[in-house]
């Protein structure tokens, strides 16, 4: 693996970039070079936010460029490579990321209390948005199936979940792959079989059978 590829780290709701640092540190380990940005996720929308990540890749050029997305990052990221279709980009693994709605977002948004946790993203958990990117992209997603979570205090996802997602919302209609871990929701970024599984893919486009 060349160190010329690039792995841009995108974060969830109400953290920073530092969330990702375990994992960057294994895919720099892997022979990868991690980039963590940090955008204000709920103070701006989707598309201020993915506008923000754009720049940002757009700055990395001309380095091949793969992206790894914990949660609300994979909306981002999925906003940006519709939005600014970067020519340098190649893969896309999402953890536990929202790509078909999100029950539990859903029942906090109905909940005029709880409304402020969900900050600026919250037009999107009424009517999630159709992000389909070109398919030159390849997309993989991995779903957690352990239940833990915040999550479960709002509602309880029909089949599998991570505790805030379920699997089924976490498949991205164009995906190349999916794999689901037995892993919670936060837990998928400090898992050792995620690390794994994300190496897999970014250097293959498969995950590990």
Known sequence: ????????????????????????????????????????????????????LGAFIAGLAPATVHIV??????????????RER????????????????????RRVAARAAFRPLLGATLPLWAAPPALAVDERYEVGTIAGTVPVGLGRLFARPAGPSDGVVSAAE?????????????????????????ARQTIAFLRTGRFER
């Open 86 to 105: 970067p020519e340098h980009v190649r893969r896309v693994v999402l953890l536990g990321c929202p790509v078909s709605g999100c029950e539990v977002a």
């Open 69 to 82: 997305a914990h949660s609300l990052g994979g909306l981002v990221a999925l906003a940006s490579l519709a």
């Open 1 to 52: 693996m060349s160190g010329a590829e690039t792995v841009v780290l995108v974060h969830g709701l109400w953290t920073n970039r530092h969330v990702m640092a375990w994992l960057g540190a294994r895919l720099e380990r892997a022979g990868f070079a991690a980039k963590g940005i940090t955008y204000p996720s709920m103070r701006e929308d989707l598309d201020r936010n993915a506008a923000r």
């Open 170 to 194: 976490a498949r991205y209609p164009r995906e190349r792959d999916h794999v689901a871990l037995a892993v919670a929701h936060s837990g998928l970024l400090l898992s050792p079989a995620v």
